[in-house]
């Protein structure tokens, strides 16, 4: 519903979500979509540093993670704050 309100600015939003509805709707609202494990994945890859010649990190659905914290503009303690709300969300 919200994005419905933000009209074209919609596009500048990324929703994080595994809900195929909520994905969906997002999309035909014009935000790009990011899935909560390849999110969570991404989030976990950019707290530990790559060995050398590791291979990109993937999420547990084998969605490709490529970029970091730093590239994304999040601190280390957004980076805390979602692997705390992810882990809680496990329980």
Not at 7 to 19: C, E, F, H, P, Y
Not at 50 to 62: E, I, L, T, V
Request: glycine share 8%; hydrophobic share 35%; aromatic share 4%.
């Amino acid at each position: 519903a919200r994005l419905k309100t933000l009209g074209r600015a919609a596009r500048n939003w990324t929703v994080v979500t595994s809900d195929r509805q909520v994905q969906a709707d997002a999309r035909g609202a014009g935000a790009a979509v990011v899935s909560s494990e390849a999110f969570a994945a991404r989030v976990n890859a950019s707290t530990r540093a790559p060995a050398p010649g590791r291979r990109p990190a993937k999420s547990p659905k084998g969605e490709r993670v490529e970029g970091s914290a730093k590239e994304a503009g999040m601190s280390e303690e957004e980076v805390e704050e979602w692997l705390r709300l992810f882990r809680e969300k496990e329980r």
